[in-house]
């Protein structure tokens, strides 16, 4: 039986993500002064769980840290957003997920990222947190764990009436098995020419309008239900296969300072105003505006905005 109030289940990675800033990224070999380094919280399963959380629904998660300062620190941040942290498993023997990454004066990113325990994840862990993935109202998964795990709770969604919400990030071939299940998927525009080509069409060179359309065409065309590409600085596309439209939801212009973490805003916030019984064009509007805030701020989870920015911007945006 369904809970009584939904809330949105994130199933994936948490890290510490260790933040260098500096004019430009150095070429192989270089070494480039004068940076200014920070650490935060990152993971895109938990960078999605705060955006859920923050942006009004009751969230909760399914993870894996290590027995360390690092584990700690992310147990207690979670907890202190508002997040059901009893699907977090803590593992002795490996440790916490951290992310390296660089960004340039202009707000783009290059990361690496060591998963450690986020890696560890077995399905053991999802059956000792069954009730949690039942009763969800909308649960979404991102690439930073195993595709054993991911195709386990693709399958144990599609059984239930709820939302699963595929982030192909970062990129790994999926079955079209799997796709053919999910209830939405939302890769950006690298992933979804990655994604093409890997289920045998025929490569696409870049994306303009006419290619992403045919792109998205193809996809729907071998089962896949429902898209949301994230497209950077052209805002998304929602396609839904079962209707033939492609709505284009244009990019909201702002002064970008960072761009870590805005595509995990967007999908947090999709995911919780889909809870909310949000239509997908509609969740999909306050998720790119939750993610034109986010850009204007430093860091992945400290830079997502809460509902009340969402919704005072939204209303100034949409009417």
């Not at 707000?107 to 947190?129: C, F, R, W």
């Not at 089962?223 to 600085?233: A, D, Q, R, W």
């Amino acid at each position: 039986m369904k809970s009584e109030e939904n809330y949105v289940l994130v199933v994936g990675s948490s890290n510490i993500d260790l933040n260098m800033y500096s004019k430009r990224f150095p070429s192989p070999g270089e070494t480039i002064t004068g940076g200014v380094f920070s650490q935060s919280f990152g993971g895109k399963g938990a960078n999605q769980a705060v955006a859920s959380a923050r942006s009004g629904s009751k969230t909760a998660f399914i993870g894996k840290v290590g027995n360390d300062t690092f584990g700690s620190q992310m147990l207690e941040n979670l907890a202190n957003e508002g997040i059901d942290t009893t699907g977090i498993v803590r593992d002795t023997d490996i440790a916490s997920g951290v992310a390296m990454i660089l960004i340039d004066s202009n707000g783009q990113n290059m990361i690496s990222v060591a998963p450690g325990a986020n890696k560890k994840i077995v399905l053991t862990d999802l059956e000792d947190a069954r009730n949690l993935i039942e009763n969800a109202s909308v649960v979404i998964i991102q690439m930073e764990i195993d595709l054993e795990i991911i195709q386990e709770i693709i399958n144990r969604t599609s059984d239930n009436e709820v939302i699963s919400i595929l982030n192909p990030a970062p990129f790994k071939a999926i079955p079209v098995e799997i796709l053919k299940k999910l209830s939405i998927l939302t890769p950006n525009e690298n992933e979804l020419i990655k994604l093409h080509t890997s289920l045998g069409f025929k490569n696409q060179d870049g994306l303009s309008s006419e290619n992403l359309s045919k792109v998205v065409h193809d996809l729907h065309s071998i089962g896949i239900n429902t898209l949301v590409v994230t497209l950077g600085s052209q805002g998304c596309l929602v396609s839904e296969g079962n209707n033939g439209n492609q709505i284009h939801i244009p990019a909201i212009e702002v002064d970008a300072v960072d761009a870590v973490g805005a595509g995990d805003c967007f999908n947090g916030v999709l995911a919780s105003r889909l809870s909310k019984s949000d239509t997908l064009l509609t969740a999909a509007k306050y998720a790119n505006v939750a993610a034109s805030i986010a850009v204007t701020r430093t860091g992945a989870q400290t830079s997502m905005p809460f509902w009340s920015e969402i919704r005072q911007k939204f209303d100034k945006i949409y009417g």
